[in-house]
């Protein structure tokens, strides 16, 4: 009993990457040494590089000359219908544009990425890097069961859960097939009494009829 316990309750299994030691032989060389993680072993990094430039250029609004346009009060006349100076321009027939602010060129700015090549800083260029794994011992903790050679047996996990939902659910699906078979039971038990019942009203109908002729008969001989 004690055993089963053990067993329903035990979740792990052997790791089978570190035979359960929880390290495995570090892959790095001789000197200790590993690839470079941050540059992928070749000692050099892209790193991208941009800049913005700010030039000028014509304003682009249509109707602009040189910051002015046409003034839509006065449709560019400079005076209202009664001769007066039209007071939105001030009787200049332009007025400043308002893309450009009246100074006819407006601001683009100009950006330009690409990527530069530069020595790894991590390794110097060197593309090689002191072993971060195994710190000289050449032994380095298991990746699989993070050092703990044991690990999560999925297997049983599942299989325990199938079953501990069998348990559950059994009384539920026992209670269901006793419903469905007393279910058939009464149907069929109901469906014989409409049967019996049909056959009966036949038979008694018959014999009504076989009365009835023989009145007919009996009714002739008379
Ligand atoms: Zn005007
Ligand atoms: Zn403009
Ligand atoms: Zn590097
Ligand atoms: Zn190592
Ligand atoms: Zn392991």
């Not at 800049?51 to 209202?80: I, R």
């Not at 200049?92 to 407006?106: D, E, F, L, Q, T």
């Not at 991590?122 to 000289?136: E, S």
Request: proline residues 4%; contains cysteine.
């Amino acid at each position: 009993m004690k055993q089963i316990f053990a067993w329903l309750t035990d979740f792990k299994k052997e790791c089978p990457v570190c035979n359960s030691t929880g390290t495995i032989v570090c892959n790095c060389n001789e000197n200790n040494e590993l690839s470079c993680p941050n540059c992928n072993g070749t000692g050099v990094v892209s790193v991208r590089k941009t800049t913005s430039q700010t030039y000028e250029v014509p304003c682009d609004y249509p109707g602009c000359k040189n910051g002015k346009v046409q003034c839509g009060t006065c449709s560019g006349t400079g005076k209202n219908a009664d001769g007066t100076p039209c007071s939105v321009c001030k009787g200049k027939g332009v007025i400043n544009c308002h893309v450009c602010s009246g100074v006819g060129k407006i601001k683009r700015v100009k950006q330009e990425t690409w990527l530069e090549h530069e020595p790894c800083h991590i390794c110097n260029g060197r593309g090689m890097v002191a072993c971060y794994q195994c710190q000289g011992t050449k032994k380095r903790v298991c990746p699989e069961c993070k050092g703990t050679g044991t690990i999560r047996n999925t297997k049983k996990i599942i299989l325990l859960a199938v079953l501990a939902m069998l348990v559950i659910a059994m009384p539920i699906l026992v209670a269901i097939f006793a419903l469905a078979g007393l279910g058939y039971c009464l149907f069929s038990i109901e469906q014989k009494n409409k049967e019996n019942t049909q056959k009966h009203a036949q038979q008694t109908g018959s014999s009504a009829q076989q009365r009835e002729d023989a009145k007919i008969e009996f009714g002739d001989i008379e």
